[in-house]
């Protein structure tokens, strides 16, 4: 099985910044993209941001310019840094990676079970 841990969350007022980890462990063969996703209650979980093996990232429109996604390949780590957070940032943010687990196999979506991140005016 595969296990995404984050870490990071928390409270801190508006045009403050925090960061994000979120770390893979378990059965895992190789790791194709990571990202953050953002859900608030009754609502669909949106992309913030993702990063592939290669390093080309997406943003969220919502937050260019102000959060940095990047991730350590040797650790098996992805980071999200969030500086000049807003109120409308306040949300669960969700780990997710791609992750093969036998060989010859699809990469499947796994998810990390979500650190709070509260933004303050």
């Known amino acids: 099985q595969v296990q995404l841990v984050e870490s990071g969350g928390g409270l801190v007022q508006a045009g403050g910044s925090l960061r994000l980890s979120c770390a893979a462990s378990g059965r895992i063969l190789s790791i194709n993209a990571m990202g953050w996703y953002r859900q608030a209650p009754g609502k669909q979980r949106e992309l913030v941001a993702s990063i592939t093996t290669g390093g080309d990232t997406t943003y969220a429109d919502s937050v260019k310019g102000r959060f940095t996604v990047s991730r350590d390949n040797a650790k098996l780590t992805v980071y999200l840094q969030m500086n000049s957070l807003k109120p409308e940032d306040t949300d669960m943010y969700y780990c997710?990676?791609?992750?093969?687990?036998?060989?010859?196999?699809?990469?499947?979506?796994?998810w990390g079970q979500g650190t709070q991140v509260t933004v303050s005016s």
């Open positions: 997710n990676a791609e992750v093969r687990v036998r060989y010859g196999g699809p990469h499947l979506n796994f």
